[in-house]
């Protein structure tokens, strides 16, 4: 499958984005997704991720209330709305997917696929 994030950019902080991240390939219904970010300077970590019938989520501490995850299967696209953004979300954000997974992971090296990522800067 072929992942492309799109919807990253420049915002204030207290501000809102929603990244999208489309999939090209089969059976997207059935794939784990996950959203990891990297600044720079750091590893790549965790920040959500959705089950394959969407009916379970995962967030890191970080952006639980702020952060929402969601999937929309006929459009093959998983979303992150991201709200009331702080300066220490700026990082690039990539989306990832899996189709062995059974359940959510926050373990980046289970995913097998992944998008080429999209820059967010917040700014103070």
């Known amino acids: 499958v072929q992942l492309q994030a799109c919807g990253g950019g420049l915002v204030q902080a207290g501000g809102s984005l929603r990244l999208s991240c489309a999939a090209c390939?089969?059976?997207?219904?059935?794939?784990?997704m996950g959203w990891f970010r990297q600044a720079p300077g750091r590893e790549r970590e965790f920040v959500a991720a959705?089950?394959?019938?969407?009916?379970?989520?995962d967030y890191a501490d970080s952006v639980k209330g702020r952060f929402t995850i969601s999937r929309d299967s006929a459009k093959n696209t998983v979303y992150l709305q991201m709200n009331s953004l702080k300066p220490e979300d700026t990082a690039v954000y990539y989306c990832?997917?899996?189709?062995?997974?059974?359940?959510?992971?926050?373990?980046?090296?289970?995913?097998?696929?992944w998008g080429q990522g999209t820059q967010v800067t917040v700014s103070s």
């Open positions: 990832a997917a899996d189709l062995q997974l059974a359940e959510t992971t926050r373990l980046s090296g289970l995913y097998g696929y």
């Open positions: 959705i089950s394959w019938s969407g009916g379970s989520t």
């Open positions: 390939g089969r059976a997207f219904s059935r794939y784990v």
